[in-house]
Nanobody, 116 residues
């Protein structure tokens, strides 16, 4: 059974920071690219950070310089460090695992709300 569980979401003020965690189980974690997606009400789900099986990262311009994705394969964990948060970052954030053969698994999501 493959399972991804996110944690760390919550309410934060603009300019604040938050770290999301995703714990994987039932999977050979190192064989999967790991990604964070987010979805705000009425909007499409969008990729906010990705890290490949060899550790390369990618970010859209909207979060570049503010968000950092990292992984710890020994612990089957992936993290998203979010700094300088903006109200437009408010969304449900989802952890995603994608194999080289494009098998995918998703976490249940964790709410991030950026508001004063």
């Amino acid at each position: 059974q493959v399972q991804l569980v996110e944690s760390g979401g919550g309410l934060v003020q603009p300019g604040g920071s938050l770290t999301l965690s995703c714990a994987g189980s039932g999977v050979t974690f190192s064989r999967y690219a790991m990604n964070w997606y987010r979805q705000a009400p009425g909007k499409e789900r969008e990729l906010v950070a990705g890290i490949s099986v060899v550790g390369s990262t990618n970010y859209p311009d909207s979060v570049k310089g503010r968000f950092t994705i990292s992984r710890d394969n020994a612990k089957s964990m992936v993290y998203l460090q979010m700094n300088a948060l903006k109200p437009e970052d408010t969304a449900v954030y989802y952890c995603n695992a994608r194999s080289l053969r494009l098998q995918e698994y998703w976490g249940q999501g964790t709410q991030v709300t950026v508001s004063s």
